[in-house]
């Protein structure tokens, strides 16, 4: 399965090293409300390019969820509105795996102008691994659930995104 661009799937020693995900884009016209800056609903669109990224690189792909019947539904999100884009605009959305149990995992996204350096937005999203075949919440596969916890330390090595948190990730098996 090859990234967007091109890339392959990263190898397990590779998710050890990797930085944030990072998703480049710049604010399009059809993303411009009647007050002349990106509509709110455009975020969520450009915070998804980032998690399929994301997804690709931990092979929990179209491929991997075909032949495993397992994917993954978003159960919650909360989306922060710091700082306004304008059409044209160099855009990044950040991802970070922030935390993971044994069905659900945390991811935690910054929105930012690449020029400016400042962050737009912030989101945090809980997504739920689903078993496509009875539609119900279902553990991760062991081999996914290893890739995640490799990227998840990872991720735990990078400095802090300052705000606050909304999502929690509790119980039996939340690291």
Same mark, same amino acid.
């Given at each position: 399965?090859?990234?967007?661009?091109?890339?392959?799937?990263?190898?397990?020693?590779?998710l050890?090293r990797l930085?944030?995900?990072?998703?480049h884009?710049?604010?399009?016209?059809?993303?411009?409300?009647?007050?002349q800056h990106?509509?709110?609903?455009?975020?969520?669109?450009?915070?998804?390019?980032?998690?399929?990224?994301?997804?690709?690189?931990?092979?929990?792909?179209?491929?991997?969820?075909?032949?495993?019947?397992?994917?993954?539904?978003? @159960?919650e999100?909360? =989306?922060?509105y +710091?700082?306004?884009?304008?059409?044209?605009?160099?855009?990044?959305?950040?991802? $970070?795996? !922030?935390?993971?149990?044994d069905?659900?995992?945390?991811?935690?996204?910054?929105l930012?102008h690449?020029?400016q350096?400042?962050?737009?937005?912030t989101?945090e999203?809980?997504?739920?691994?689903?078993?496509?075949?009875?539609?119900?919440?279902?553990?991760?596969?062991?081999? @996914?659930?290893?890739? =995640?916890?490799? +990227?998840?330390r990872?991720?735990q090595q990078?400095?802090?995104?300052p705000?606050? $948190?909304? !999502?929690k990730?509790a119980?039996p098996?939340a690291?």
């Amino acid at each position: 399965m090859s990234h967007k661009n091109g890339s392959q799937p990263l190898v397990a020693g590779e998710l050890d090293r990797l930085a944030p995900i990072r998703y480049h884009t710049e604010v399009k016209p059809e993303w411009i409300d009647s007050n002349q800056h990106m509509n709110t609903f455009c975020y969520q669109t450009v915070f998804d390019g980032a998690s399929d990224l994301l997804l690709q690189t931990l092979d929990y792909s179209a491929a991997f969820r075909q032949r495993s019947l397992h994917t993954s539904f978003v @159960l919650e999100t909360h =989306m922060r509105y +710091l700082r306004e884009l304008l059409l044209g605009d160099q855009i990044v959305a950040e991802v $970070r795996l !922030v935390g993971v149990d044994d069905k659900r995992f945390h991811l935690l996204y910054t929105l930012s102008h690449v020029a400016q350096a400042y962050v737009a937005a912030t989101c945090e999203a809980l997504l739920i691994n689903v078993d496509q075949a009875t539609r119900r919440a279902a553990p991760f596969l062991p081999e @996914l659930r290893e890739r =995640m916890e490799r +990227l998840l330390r990872a991720h735990q090595q990078l400095a802090p995104i300052p705000g606050p $948190r909304f !999502v929690k990730l509790a119980g039996p098996g939340a690291t």
